[in-house]
């Protein structure tokens, strides 16, 4: 996924002080309908200022003379509903909406399988977001993991919740699956296959869509989440150097 991040300059406020002061200074500009018994002001007017400037390296939001707008509660800068999110006014330009996803690596290698032994790879996902709502993790896969020369030859999805080479309960089997540790992790107490796109059938099945492995319903700051992808053999998984998958991970901000 990729990380974007906006930089953002403050305005100067030494020269929204002395505009303040100039106007200060003379008073009479700030009243309508002002009278004396040297003179009379019959309106006046306050206006006020901003806009956007940018160049290759920034981006400057600036404001004179306005109020920010409402926010969902004391402490939020914006207004939510079930369909949208509304940050208004100036004060809200600092809580722009972001995110930012980092891995700890983009290979998993699980080396020789065994039969006698579990084979291990981990990849761990940093989250950070200012996102109202949080974020939603998922992984989905673009196939089985099996063979490229031959794509019937695969290796099954753990479906009793570990993978331990007693798939429901027979022993020596094949088996390959996930687990998740972390605060947000969703499947930390448990193995669970991995779904994949594409016309593979596996035995036991699993889901086609991507499968949600980490959510958390606030903002985060270097948020992790550890997958620990683990797979055993059997002594009748035909042997081959060509076993693969291809896995994509997608984190969305829930704004």
Same mark, same amino acid.
């Given at each position: 996924?990729? %990380? /974007?991040? $906006? $930089? *953002? *300059?403050?305005?100067? /406020?030494?020269w929204l002080i002395f505009f303040l002061i100039l106007f200060t200074s003379h008073t009479e500009t700030l009243f309508a309908e002002t009278t004396s018994t040297n003179y009379r002001i019959t309106s006046g007017t306050v206006n006020c200022g901003g806009g956007v400037g940018t160049s290759t390296s920034y981006i400057l939001y600036n404001s004179l003379c306005e109020i920010g707008g409402p926010g969902a509660s004391s402490t939020s800068p914006f207004a939510t509903s079930s369909t949208y999110v509304l940050g208004s006014g100036f004060q809200t330009m600092q809580e722009q909406p972001h995110i930012s996803v980092s891995y700890s690596t983009t290979t998993i290698? !699980?080396? %020789? !399988?065994s039969t006698s032994s579990i084979a291990s790879s981990t990849v761990t996902v940093t989250i950070t977001t200012n996102a109202p709502n949080g974020y939603v993790s998922s992984i989905v896969a673009n196939n089985a993991f099996r063979r490229t020369s031959n794509t019937s030859q695969k290796i099954a999805n753990v479906g009793d919740g570990t993978v331990d080479g007693t798939a429901s309960g027979t022993a020596d089997s094949a088996e390959y699956g996930v687990r998740t540790s972390g605060a947000h992790g969703q499947y930390n107490a448990t193995d669970t296959c991995i779904p994949y796109s594409g016309a593979d059938s596996d035995s036991p099945a699993c889901t086609t869509s991507a499968k949600t492995f980490a959510t958390h319903t606030s903002w985060v700051s270097s948020d992790t989440t550890t997958l620990t992808f683990k797979m055993i053999i059997g002594s009748t998984t035909p042997a081959g150097s060509d076993y693969a998958q291809s896995i994509t991970l997608i984190t969305t901000g829930t704004f």
């Amino acid at each position: 996924m990729h %990380t /974007f991040s $906006k $930089k *953002i *300059i403050r305005p100067v /406020f030494l020269w929204l002080i002395f505009f303040l002061i100039l106007f200060t200074s003379h008073t009479e500009t700030l009243f309508a309908e002002t009278t004396s018994t040297n003179y009379r002001i019959t309106s006046g007017t306050v206006n006020c200022g901003g806009g956007v400037g940018t160049s290759t390296s920034y981006i400057l939001y600036n404001s004179l003379c306005e109020i920010g707008g409402p926010g969902a509660s004391s402490t939020s800068p914006f207004a939510t509903s079930s369909t949208y999110v509304l940050g208004s006014g100036f004060q809200t330009m600092q809580e722009q909406p972001h995110i930012s996803v980092s891995y700890s690596t983009t290979t998993i290698a !699980l080396g %020789t !399988l065994s039969t006698s032994s579990i084979a291990s790879s981990t990849v761990t996902v940093t989250i950070t977001t200012n996102a109202p709502n949080g974020y939603v993790s998922s992984i989905v896969a673009n196939n089985a993991f099996r063979r490229t020369s031959n794509t019937s030859q695969k290796i099954a999805n753990v479906g009793d919740g570990t993978v331990d080479g007693t798939a429901s309960g027979t022993a020596d089997s094949a088996e390959y699956g996930v687990r998740t540790s972390g605060a947000h992790g969703q499947y930390n107490a448990t193995d669970t296959c991995i779904p994949y796109s594409g016309a593979d059938s596996d035995s036991p099945a699993c889901t086609t869509s991507a499968k949600t492995f980490a959510t958390h319903t606030s903002w985060v700051s270097s948020d992790t989440t550890t997958l620990t992808f683990k797979m055993i053999i059997g002594s009748t998984t035909p042997a081959g150097s060509d076993y693969a998958q291809s896995i994509t991970l997608i984190t969305t901000g829930t704004f």
